[in-house]
């Protein structure tokens, strides 16, 4: 009887192995295209906002000059429109870093800077000082200006000089010292108070210079986000917190500063909406949080406290 002729041996790999084979190709192409996905977003970030500080802009105005000053140029500066769109932009992740003013030798707090962190307790990282010198800028000389314009607080800090160099010209209040140049420039007899740095922008002369009246005028600005920087050996600690609408709660709460030999530097209030006579207490004391007698002081008041947010520990500015 003829026995069937024998198959030759199959070259296919089993079954198995081109499996494992093909998983191996996919996670291959799937690295692959992991890298690339990353390289992607590093680039955009890189292109867009490489450390992302948003600032009150637009670009020349005093927020600018403070970012620029605590930063440096290099770093990817962006303006917003608004102190509350400042501290959205840290809130969202959109931004590493912002910078809002939240403090005027001659005018006192910043309302709208106090009432964001009351609503977005972000972290203040640290603080940079800025003199303020403002300067009359126009195309027309002294004599031929009828309207000056700029943001409220610039034309806060130059009253008494308007009063008496220009006291027949009308004040118009703009939403920014840049906005002011702009409108100046094309506007006969307008003059607007700004920056030495908006004069050079923008190509409008400088009539008058430094015409703020306290000759020492600074503001502080804060610079806002995340982190919780580790202590410099020169440090000072923000709170906001509310206490019980009672007699004494405040004096007490004072007092648990005092009894752990714990300067304070600025004590502002703010009322709690819709509670009349109630207010939220913002206060910088001398120290770092980490330090022992600031944590005595802090857990003592939590106690005490309705509400208290550690705004965050940081190195003094300068």
């Known amino acids: 009887m003829k026995m069937p002729a024998s198959e030759p041996a199959s070259t296919a790999m089993p079954a198995s192995a081109e499996l494992l084979e093909r998983l191996r190709q996919i996670d291959s192409k799937i690295s692959q295209l992991a890298q690339e996905r990353t390289e992607i977003w590093e680039h955009l970030g890189a292109s867009i906002h490489p450390l992302g500080v948003a600032y009150l802009g637009p670009e020349h105005s005093y927020s600018h000059s ?101 006291p027949e010209a009308q004040r118009v209040e703009v939403a920014s010292t840049t906005q002011a140049v ?3 420039k094309d506007e006969h007899g307008a003059a607007a108070i700004a920056s030495l740095e908006a004069s050079v922008e923008y190509s409008l002369p400088i009539v008058c210079e430094s015409i703020e009246d306290d000759p020492n005028n600074v503001t502080r600005f804060a610079i806002i986000g995340k982190d919780q920087p580790q202590a410099t050996g020169r440090d000072k600690t923000s709170l906001l917190f509310q206490v019980p ?5 405040l004096a007490d709460a004072m007092l648990l500063f005092k009894d752990n030999g714990i300067n304070l530097t600025w004590i502002e209030s703010l009322p709690v909406p819709g509670s009349p006579n109630e207010y939220y207490f913002f206060v910088e004391l001398e120290g770092h949080r980490a330090q022992v007698h600031l944590l005595q002081a802090i857990d003592a008041l939590k106690q005490r406290a309705l509400r208290l947010d550690v705004l965050g520990s940081y190195s003094r500015g300068n």
């Open 182 to 184: 702009k409108i100046a």
């Open 66 to 166: 403070a970012a620029r000053k605590y930063f440096g140029v290099a770093q990817s500066l962006h303006p917003v429109g608004s102190i509350a769109a400042v501290f959205e932009e840290v809130q969202r992740g959109q931004s590493r870093y912002g910078v809002v003013p939240i403090e005027n030798s001659t005018d006192g707090r910043i309302v709208d800077t106090m009432s964001n962190f009351i609503q977005r307790p972000l972290q203040i990282c640290g603080e940079v000082l800025l003199p303020i010198h403002h300067n009359l800028l126009s195309k027309s000389d002294r004599s031929g200006i009828r309207k000056v314009y700029s943001k409220p607080q610039a034309l806060s800090q130059c009253r008494h000089w308007l009063s008496e160099h220009l």
């Open 245 to 249: 609408h009672q007699p004494g709660a």
